[in-house]
């Protein structure tokens, strides 16, 4: 029941190219910072990754698609990130834009063991209709675009069809979490980790704080370690933040 790893490294060992990962956090809130930079030096390319946002240029998974190691990512919003705007308009970059709150109900389901769902969200756009260019070639030329989807009424209001996410691995940082996998988000930072812990078929949390099994209030657990497989503990993890604003 000691989920407990030594080092991030050692957490990540098994991650091979080609591996997908959903990473939780919200612009740089709550984002597994030590886990991707220890998935930075490992050297592994080809990612594909699911994530509300994909860092900014320098931190976060944006350190990941500056050095070229992801080939395509599902995510809500990209606006914090030239890297990333440069590579998909040259081609380099497959990118798969969702609905924020489609985004978070398809990492959800795919915890919960829900293949599909309908939600009206997107119907009478591109989201339903097709045609979002997911990838261009060099000459600036959509090369892939998405498919049009299914839509069903139900009382009277058009859904599309949706389908759960599931992903090879899930990082994700917590602010306590003990030797069994439970894990408490502080605060905004409950954001997208819970849905990513669960969507992971092997989910790797750092954790400022390690506790003892039985230290945590079962009713403040806000991931059950019943979703977790290891535990990193990382005290010292580093916080930026994405926009600084000051008075004039």
Same mark, same amino acid.
């Given at each position: ?21 959903? #990473? ?5 809130? %709550?984002?597994?910072?030590?886990? /991707? ?8 390319? =080809? ?6 946002? @994909?860092? *900014? ?7 990941? /698609?500056?050095?070229? +190691? ?15 705007? +440069? ?30 769902? $309908?939600?009206?969200? %997107? ?7 097709? %045609? ?5 070639? +060099?000459?600036?030329?959509? &090369? ?8 069903? *009424?139900? %009382? ?6 949706? $389908?759960?996410?599931?992903? =090879?691995?899930?990082? *994700?940082?917590?602010? &306590?979490? =003990? ?12 954001? $997208?980790?819970?849905? @990513? ?6 989910? #790797? ?5 390690? *506790?003892?099994?039985?230290?945590? =209030?079962? +009713? ?11 535990? &990193? ?12 604003? &000051?008075?004039?």
């Amino acid at each position: 029941m000691n989920k407990v790893v030594d080092s991030a490294q050692s957490a990540l060992g098994d991650v091979a190219n080609g591996s997908s990962m959903a #990473v939780g956090g919200f612009g740089l809130c %709550g984002i597994p910072s030590a886990l /991707l930079e220890a998935l930075l030096q490992r050297g592994v390319t =080809d990612l594909q990754t699911v994530s509300n946002n @994909c860092g *900014v240029d320098d931190w976060g998974l944006g350190t990941l /698609l500056a050095a070229k +190691r992801i080939r395509r990512t599902t995510g809500s919003y990209v606006g914090e990130n030239k890297e990333f705007e +440069r590579q998909y308009l040259a081609g380099e970059l497959e990118v798969e834009l969702v609905p924020q709150g489609t985004l978070a109900e398809r990492l959800r389901a795919g915890g919960a063991g829900i293949p599909a769902f $309908f939600t009206p969200a %997107g119907v009478g756009t591109q989201v339903a209709d097709g %045609g979002l260019v997911w990838r261009y070639d +060099r000459e600036g030329k959509a &090369v892939v675009s998405s498919p049009a989807k299914e839509i069903r *009424v139900f %009382g009277g209001v058009a859904h599309v069809l949706e $389908f759960a996410i599931r992903t =090879d691995f899930a990082l *994700v940082h917590a602010r &306590v979490g =003990d030797r069994h996998g439970n894990l408490i988000y502080e605060e905004s930072a409950q954001n $997208f980790n819970p849905l @990513c812990a669960v969507a992971g078929r092997i989910t #790797v949390a750092e954790v400022e704080e390690l *506790v003892e099994p039985g230290e945590l =209030d079962p +009713r403040c657990v806000h991931t059950p370690g019943i979703f977790v497989q290891r535990v &990193v503990h990382t005290p010292y993890v580093e916080k930026r933040i994405e926009r600084r604003t &000051v008075r004039s």
